[in-house]
């Protein structure tokens, strides 16, 4: 029986699980993460849960779309009907389950805060008011593409990102921003690509700040209060979505460095530096590699609001760094966080060959992670695995790790 009920479930591509109670979602997934490891891991795998599954996720990119759908009053069987049977219609929110150039024009929604709904409603008044076309996919035409909403959940800070590909009155978008959001910093992006992605090729401020700030809040074993970290996120800033649940991973892994004590970590994959800076006081130097330029300044950056001095940043592939920069490998320790698609080959078999006594594996995909595990395991034990489910209504799951040199 499900705990949250959506009139949109079934049709949106926002949440493939809340027909189950949250409680039925992660006994479902973490018996699929079981049958994916089951080679390599037999022992029970506990899951962290969201202690509040709904209105949890601290960002949504939303989509405009102009598209055709049959008319209400339409009668297929209907030999006298001569009618066109199609017709326009604007939506804005999730896409469709299935399809890349529909979307659903979403009235209530459990993953992001209460003001979503309200903001929506606004807007589409505004755009409406004003006579702005909503993106259609297939021909390429249209004004309002897509939609950006992120806060701090931990600062209440909110951004809103309204991506187009020309012109619009931005004194009354604003306006019918602040009528859901008051205190919203407030963006504009244009984004003329052809791909279906919230893409900016340029972006300004229309009021308030380019960014937001949100903290992770770091505990021990009891519960205490032993970190903060402030991160600046800008539009692009990756960020885990799930900003209490990913603390709990962060704090978890803290804790594990700390009783592993390392003079030196590695944190390969690492974005803005969620890791090293959730780690810096608890060794004498952090090696954050990550590929992507932005994420890397974002963590010089971050760095420096933390007053953290010991994290050297890399902006590389992983597999390209290893090749380049010989891990060394003396009371060291790797944390690997791979996208969806998991580690490069290379870049597995230079981990698993590396000599380095621990290796901390974190996993958005267990399909991936089953694929480097193999690499790994040929050099190394697992010595625990366990889970987090940052993503409630999906069919995701975060998992983590933990290995030893053989
Ligand atoms: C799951 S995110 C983890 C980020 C970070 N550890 C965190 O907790 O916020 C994966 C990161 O790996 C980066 N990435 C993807 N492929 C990469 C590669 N081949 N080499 C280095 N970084 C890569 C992505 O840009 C992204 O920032």
């Known amino acids: 029986m499900p705990d949250i009920t959506c009139k949109h479930f079934g049709t949106c591509g926002g949440c493939a699980l809340l027909n189950l109670s949250y409680e039925e979602q992660v006994a479902k997934k973490r018996a699929k993460l079981q049958e994916t490891l089951k080679d390599f891991w037999n022992g029970e795998i506990p899951v962290t849960v ?46 469709l389950k299935g399809r890349w150039d529909r979307a659903v024009d979403i009235a209530e929604c459990a993953l992001f805060n209460q003001n979503l709904i309200p903001l929506l409603q606004s807007i589409r008044a505004w755009a409406r008011a004003e006579k702005l076309e909503y993106y259609d996919q297939r021909k ?20 809103v990102v309204l991506f187009v590909t020309d012109d619009f009155n931005e004194k009354t978008f604003v306006q019918a921003v602040e009528k859901a959001m008051p205190s919203a910093h407030i963006m ?46 800008s539009p692009q800033s990756f960020f885990q979505t799930n900003t209490l649940t990913a603390q709990k991973m962060y704090s978890r892994v803290r804790a594990l460095v700390k009783k592993l004590a390392p003079r030196r970590i590695y944190d390969l994959y690492g974005g803005a ?10 060794c004498e130097k952090s090696v954050c590699v990550e590929s992507v330029a932005p994420a890397v300044y974002n963590g010089i950056e ?20 290893v090749k380049q920069q010989p891990i060394e490998k003396k009371d060291a320790l790797i944390i690997l966080d791979p996208p969806r698609g998991g580690m490069h080959p290379k870049a597995a078999k230079a981990v698993a060959e590396s000599g ?19 690499i790994l395991t040929r050099h190394y034990d697992i010595l625990h695995v366990e889970a987090f489910d940052f993503f409630p209504h999906s069919e995701h799951i975060e998992t983590f790790v933990q290995l030893k040199l053989k």
């Not at 504009?188 to 960014?211: C, F, I, M, Q």
Request: net charge neutral; charged share 30%; aromatic share 8%.
């Open 302 to 321: 971050n760095a420096k609001i933390n007053g953290v001095t010991n994290v050297q940043f890399f902006c590389a592939k992983v597999e390209d760094f």
């Open 140 to 159: 390429h035409t249209g004004v309002l593409r897509h939609l950006m909403v992120r806060e701090g959940k931990n600062t209440g800070e909110a951004i």
């Open 356 to 374: 380095v006594e621990n290796v901390l594996y974190i996993s958005c995909n267990p399909v991936t992670l089953a694929a480097d595990l193999k």
């Open 188 to 233: 504009a992006a244009v984004n003329n690509g052809l791909a279906d992605t919230a893409a900016p090729e340029s972006l300004r401020v229309l009021k308030g700040k380019d960014h937001i700030f949100e903290k992770i809040v770091l505990t021990d074993e009891s519960g205490k209060t032993v970190r903060e970290v402030t991160f600046k996120l």
């Open 50 to 95: 969201t202690d509040e599954p709904k209105h949890f996720r601290n960002k949504v990119e939303l989509g405009f779309c102009h598209q055709v759908k049959w008319r209400e009053d339409y009668d297929r069987k209907d030999p006298a009907n001569k009618t066109r049977p199609l017709e326009f219609e604007s939506a804005l929110g999730f896409k």
């Open 273 to 282: 530096g969620s890791f090293s800076l959730s780690c810096a006081d608890l």
